[in-house]
């Protein structure tokens, strides 16, 4: 019975991800588009303005290309993007900046307060750029996740090119952008009037005076008036309530604990049926973990079709004789499924290995905690039919004690002995007894009948 509920239970679990990951898919674009921006002024060519203010990651990545797209369609005669950002991920900096690159839309960057490292990148490659005075932009150097700077000459001199293609293509001068991104840059700086001796960050005054900067305004208004489209519509871009959590369900660390939940509800689940709260818990991270990768614009319908045929499999290899064939396409099913839905497919494995240990650490305890209840008590007898509780294979002989009979076998110490003329099996109280000898019953343990040697008759 118990395996049946198990059975049952993943089955529901499985068809229960599929479902929710289908609903995903028809409800999530739809969403997002009702959610897309809200409109000012009247009817005629429109200006999207589009924020930049948080860490440059997946998911403001697939926010920006989202919001890029509304605005190729609906014909925008500009896109003013809003920065202001410490920088983040390079790989996304570098897929944003061909976005903006490559926009058939115009764009402004309007520097709100900072444009640095990967932001100073992404403003770079707008057509024009607007600062606020006060802002800055600029300090664009590598570095790693703790925040220091990465010694590799190769990297530097890669970024430290990008930097320097995406400033010729604005027409702007290509050494500021070198000493932005090249530590101890000591090329020559002109209009700075000074030696920056390390990473380079221009004020908005030092931008404007050095052709970094076009204009400076105090506003998104004024930087409208300025372009001269103060009389069109204006479209402010939010991201939608899916791409914020998506946001946050995309970071490296929320995705490794969703994972490890999530594989290790699973497995409690099947370790230890009869609750169904690990189970239930575990779809849930699956869910969410496929949810944010879906909605950054990372995983579609084939890797959660993949991710779920990878459990069926893993739950057949279970109750299936396959000698480990299933266990391992499913294990296969599963990889390539969390690997094919995230950004990067090599950080995917990494981070679920990570979790695959974690997972089985937690699974481990539960086991313990519950071992009574596990599992693998199919396999074990642990019940006891004791003489205390009434279970007896034959009928106990107390009627026997006190009796006298004769040994019909030497008694060493167990033999046969003969009472009433009944032969039956018996061990002495203590010593040898001879065949023959004369014995009286000492007393009945249970089924055992204890003896020993005596003079009656």
């Known amino acids: 019975m118990r395996a049946i509920i198990m059975r049952c239970r993943l089955r529901a679990a499985v068809a229960a991800l599929m479902l929710l990951s289908a609903l995903l898919a028809a409800f999530v674009p739809a969403a997002q588009a009702a959610d897309g921006g809200q409109v000012e002024g009247g009817a005629g060519p429109a200006v999207y303005v589009i924020p930049v203010r948080q860490t440059i990651e997946s ?26 950002t410490n920088g983040g991920r390079l790989e996304n900096a570098q897929n944003i900046g061909d ?35 006060g802002s ?66 221009l004020t908005a005054e030092e931008a404007l005076r050095v052709g970094y ?98 459990i069926i499999l893993l739950v057949l290899e279970l109750f299936v004789p396959s000698y480990g064939v299933l266990g391992i396409l499913g294990a296969a099913g599963i990889i390539g499924g969390i690997a094919t839905a995230a950004y990067d497919a090599g950080d995917a494995v990494t981070t679920l290995l990570y979790a695959l240990g974690a ?45 006298t009979g004769t040994a019909l076998t030497p008694l060493r110490p167990a033999g046969v002995v003969l009472i009433d003329g009944e032969r039956i099996d018996a061990v002495s109280e203590g010593g040898f007894v001879e065949a023959g000898a004369r014995i009286k019953v000492a007393r009945v343990e249970g089924l055992r009948l204890v003896v020993k040697e005596t003079k009656e008759e």
């Open 59 to 84: 998911g403001l990545e697939a926010f920006l290309k989202r919001a890029f797209r509304e605005a190729e369609k609906a014909r925008a005669e500009r896109i003013v993007l809003v920065i202001n």
């Open 99 to 133: 976005l903006v690159g490559a926009s058939p839309v115009p764009v402004t960057a309007f520097v709100e307060s900072k444009a640095f490292s990967a932001g100073a990148y992404i403003a770079l490659n707008a057509d024009q750029i607007v600062m606020r005075p």
């Open 136 to 201: 800055s932009i600029g300090a664009a150097a590598m570095v790693d996740g703790a925040g220091n700077l990465v010694d590799n000459p190769k990297l530097i001199s890669a970024w430290t090119a990008e930097m320097r293609d995406a400033a010729e293509a604005s027409g702007r001068d290509p050494d500021i952008a070198a000493a932005m991104a090249a530590p101890n840059y000591r090329g020559e700086i002109p209009g700075i009037g000074r030696d920056p001796g390390g990473i380079l960050t």
């Open 213 to 310: 900067a076009d204009h400076l305004a105090d506003s998104v208004d004024e930087v409208i008036a300025w372009l001269g489209l103060g009389q069109r519509a204006v479209v402010h871009v939010e991201p939608s309530l899916a791409e914020k959590a998506a946001r946050v369900l995309t970071q490296p660390g929320v995705m490794l604990l969703l994972l490890i939940v999530g594989i290790a509800g699973i497995v409690i689940e099947m370790l230890v049926p009869g609750f169904g709260v690990p189970g239930i818990t575990g779809i849930v991270a699956l869910v969410l973990y496929f949810f944010g990768q879906y909605v950054a614009g990372f995983a579609g319908m084939e890797s959660v079709a993949l991710f779920a045929l990878g």
């Open 359 to 403: 997972a089985a650490v937690l699974a481990a305890i539960a086991g313990y905690i519950f071992r009574r209840r596990g599992v693998w008590n199919k396999f074990i007898l642990r019940e006891a039919l004791t003489f205390e509780e009434g279970y007896l294979s034959t009928e106990a002989r107390t009627d026997l004690e006190g009796k």
